[in-house]
């Protein structure tokens, strides 16, 4: 892929994975949460983490994925509160505030778009301090679907004015990557190193990046060029 950067107006970029280490949100749900809920119910941890892994997967790709309110409520527990536990596992990515600086120095609009919960924006914004570098923050839950919704794309432009054909859209997730290459968001970035405790491999559809670093020119063009993996 060639990145103009005189051809792109607006980047949108996921979160997870994506700006942040998601080695967070994998120690919560696969370990924090199940050694919890376990003890709450005195039954062994290997049994709560079968039990609470099916319970996850059925609500992949809906708004409830992420709602933390949903969550609390499903397993009596106070979901916000375990995130507080562990919050010195939240981290920004290598080169992201990199990045975002080069973004804002050629007057790009930059978008965080997340699936993530209003609570979980709070709690790692408050954590990273990058909420000023974006001309806005949309959560899913504003728009009322997740992004593995083809429609989600088209009803995210209420909230943003982008234009696809001039938007790139940084993103860990294939499907979502998927769902906004079939709205005709043009430049498609698959970050392969979305957590610092899983080896990265490339998407075999989209162009990868281990780093935004690799996004930046370096010898003042403003044109890139990419390997598709």
């Known amino acids: 892929m060639i990145i103009d950067w005189n051809n792109i107006d607006t980047v949108l970029l996921d979160m ?3 700006l942040l280490d998601r080695h967070f949100d994998d120690h919560f749900w696969l370990e924090h949460v199940p050694k919890t809920y376990a003890a709450k119910h005195r ?11 099916a319970m996850f997967n059925s609500q992949e ?6 709602d933390l309110d949903y969550w609390s409520e499903r397993l009596g527990l106070d979901i916000p509160l375990l995130k507080r536990e562990v919050d010195h596992l939240i981290a920004v990515h290598p080169f992201v505030v990199d990045f975002l600086l080069f973004l804002r120095h050629h007057e790009k609009d930059v978008y965080l778009v997340t699936n993530a919960h209003s609570k979980t924006l ?5 954590k990273t301090r990058l909420g000023h570098y974006f001309t806005g923050i949309v959560s899913a839950h504003d728009v009322g679907l997740p992004k593995e919704d083809e429609r989600f794309w088209p009803a995210l432009r209420a909230d ?3 234009e696809p054909s001039r938007t790139l859209l940084g993103e860990d997730s294939e499907t979502n990557l998927s769902t906004a290459a079939a709205y005709g968001i043009a430049y498609l970035i698959y970050v392969s190193r979305f957590s610092s405790t899983v080896v990265p491999a490339p998407s075999p559809r989209f162009t990868s990046i281990h780093y935004f670093s690799e996004l930046t020119p370096r010898n003042g063009s ?8």
């Open 222 to 229: 403003l044109i890139i060029e990419l390997n598709t993996q």
């Open 16 to 18: 997870d994975g994506t």
């Open 160 to 162: 943003i004015p982008y």
């Open 43 to 53: 039954m062994p941890v290997a049994e709560a983490k079968q039990l609470l892994h």
């Open 122 to 126: 709070d709690l790692k914004m408050r």
């Open 61 to 66: 790709k809906t708004l409830n994925w992420t």
